[in-house]
């Protein structure tokens, strides 16, 4: 009879009364979890963003969360009530428990979701296997940013590397991985190298100022050094 009220709800789109249905079922049947899954996509529905994760996190703590749509659900309410470092945790062990799919778009979310927790090692990590499974260098250019500016320059050369090799990006994010790499080789004494980034990265117009800038403090240290 509840499943036929309910039905009834969602039929004439009555969706609070759905959801306070849903409440009573759940007080009776606690242990079937496609309750609480829909429970929290009407709160969602309803724009009741905290309603619909507190449902599902505590679906998720008693154990009852295990398809990749649930999961990922979870994660997404976590971010858009900005909780980035839930949502990474929860996707993350849902990666390695094998019930998410190790795809590059879910390694990304990942790493998108440490990046803003500010769990940097984390987001490096979760990045890296975004980039192995990329056909582009997209991925890479974003790892090659976050170590530039952690100074980790061994680390950047190797992913601006394959972020150039792998291809695939807009003009300007090309500009910007010679940018980066030139930036890497300095800091790392390969001059000539630097010297041949900055040229190219001088061809496009988001990078042509910065990589003029370069090019100039280059010419400076040289002259510096040979003084």
Known sequence: WYQLKLASHYEMEQYPQAAQTLETIISRWPDKKVYWVQLSQIYYKLKQEEKALAVMALAYRRGMLDKQSDITFLSSLYSNVDV???????????INDGVVEPTKNYWTVVADSWYAAEELEKSLAAYEKAGKASQDGKIDLRRGYILVDLERWPEALAALNAALEKGG????????????RGMARFNLGRFDGASADWGKARRYDGTKDAAQQWINHLQEERRRKTS
């Open 84 to 94: 980035p470092y839930k949502a990474a945790n929860v996707l993350e062990k849902g």
């Open 169 to 180: 990006m807009r003009q300007e994010k090309v500009g910007e991985a010679y940018l980066l």
